[in-house]
C-alpha cells in the first residue's frame, strides 16, 4: 500500500494498482477493509492514490499532480478539490 492514516471512526490505506487499486477503509482497526465505491470518476482517479493525509478531521487523497480529494466525513465519500497549484 501506499499509504495508512487513522481517522476518528478508523483506518483509510491507499493501494495503487490498476484492478484492485483505490482506497480502502476499516471500521475494525483492520480486520476487514471495504473498497471505496462511490462516483466512477473519483474511483479511478483514486488507484492512483500515492499520500493520504488526516488533520482536524478531514482526510485528503493526492492521487496526481492534477488531482486532490477530501473526505470530511471519515473516508466515507470523497470530493474534488478545485483550484490553481504552483510549483
Given at each position: 500500500?501506499?499509504?495508512?492514516?487513522?481517522?476518528?471512526?478508523?483506518?483509510?490505506?491507499?493501494?495503487?494498482?490498476?484492478y484492485e487499486g483505490?482506497?480502502?477503509?476499516?471500521?475494525?482497526?483492520?480486520?476487514?477493509?471495504?473498497?471505496?465505491?462511490?462516483?466512477?470518476?473519483?474511483?479511478?482517479?483514486?488507484?492512483?492514490a500515492q499520500n493520504?493525509?488526516?488533520?482536524?478531521?478531514?482526510?485528503?487523497?493526492?492521487?496526481?499532480?492534477?488531482?486532490v480529494y477530501q473526505?470530511?466525513?471519515?473516508?466515507?465519500?470523497?470530493?474534488?478539490?478545485?483550484?490553481?497549484?504552483?510549483?
Amino acid at each position: 500500500f501506499t499509504g495508512l492514516i487513522k481517522t476518528n471512526t478508523g483506518l483509510i490505506a491507499s493501494f495503487q494498482g490498476n484492478y484492485e487499486g483505490g482506497l480502502y477503509r476499516s471500521l475494525d482497526n483492520g480486520t476487514t477493509w471495504t473498497r471505496y465505491a462511490g462516483e466512477a470518476g473519483v474511483v479511478n482517479a483514486l488507484r492512483d492514490a500515492q499520500n493520504i493525509f488526516y488533520m482536524k478531521g478531514i482526510a485528503i487523497a493526492v492521487a496526481s499532480d492534477k488531482f486532490v480529494y477530501q473526505s470530511n466525513d471519515n473516508g466515507t465519500t470523497w470530493h474534488s478539490i478545485q483550484g490553481t497549484w504552483y510549483n
